[in-house]
């Protein structure tokens, strides 16, 4: 599945219907060193998966500053986050009135489905 991008915009706006509205906190850390460490705040899951694929796109813009638009395929997404030292996702769950951790691997299976549902 290939999506075409104008670079600045999400390839993944709008809602998958995730019923799950839950605040989303991204955790990333780019590179090995400690001050790479970041994270990004969504009011669900869907936005957060959204902020992963404008992640990806801002580093495609970063490394070719003329580009205005791109295609690319989930496994470039994939390859991307596999790339990062570090990446994570805390989800509110409130019958506990905490934060679920999820690791690298749910978030690329959220992502995919998430985009999957975009296309179809």
Request: net charge negative; aromatic share 10%.
């Amino acid at each position: 599945v290939l999506w075409k991008v104008v670079l600045g915009s999400s390839s993944c706006s709008g809602m998958d219907g995730d019923r799950r509205k839950r605040h989303s906190i991204l955790l990333v850390q780019f590179e090995d060193a400690p001050d790479a460490k970041t994270y990004l705040d969504y009011p669900d899951v869907p936005e957060a998966l959204d902020g992963v694929c404008q992640l990806y796109e801002q580093s495609l813009k970063a490394a070719n500053p003329g580009l205005r638009s791109t295609t690319y395929d989930v496994n470039d997404l994939f390859s991307y986050l596999d790339s990062v030292a570090d990446i994570s996702c805390l989800v509110f769950n409130p019958r506990t009135s905490g934060y679920v951790p999820h690791n690298r691997e749910w978030i690329k299976a959220r992502v995919f489905e998430h985009l999957k549902g975009q296309v179809q």
